[in-house]
């Protein structure tokens, strides 16, 4: 009961107010979710409408919903599978998850690792060149957003 009361107030406070870029919304059931975010502006996912998935524990809000993006993004913190590596998405110890952070916290941190990069814990190691060689990577993320995530 927890869970939809608290699940019903966040989604209401994200349609009324939702973080600039994004929006979420519910795809059938209370627990199976869908949100989208812009690609920021000057990073190279600009213009580009990202879709994502949610799916919303049990447990939570004391274990933290699984997000995935389900649009292909060239970034070396999210696999091919779409699957994001950011601390606050996982348990403690290895994780910053709490139950004081919300679907929105969650998305908005996405959209700040979507322009900032954390190439010291990359999923995807062949796309470490962001630390390396950014001009190649900047390239690459430009194309993919035009060839996947475009308007």
Known sequence: MQ?????TRELSLLATEPPPG????????LD???????GGLDTPYEKG??????IVPERYPF??????FLTPIYHPN??????????????PPKGAWRPSLNISTLL?????????????DPLM??????????QLFLLNAREWTKKYAGQ
């Open 78 to 91: 999210i696999d091919s599978a779409g699957r994001i590596c950011l601390d606050v998405l996982k348990l």
């Open 108 to 120: 908005t941190s996405i959209q700040l690792l979507m322009a900032e990069p954390n190439p010291d």
């Open 22 to 29: 994004i929006t979420c919304w519910q795809n059938g059931q």
């Open 49 to 54: 409408i990202f879709n994502l998935e949610i």
């Open 125 to 134: 190691a062949d796309i470490v060149q962001y630390k390396y060689n950014k």
């Open 63 to 68: 274990e933290p919903p699984k997000i995935r």
């Open 3 to 7: 869970r939809a009361s608290r699940l």
């Open 32 to 38: 199976d979710l869908r949100a989208q975010i812009l």
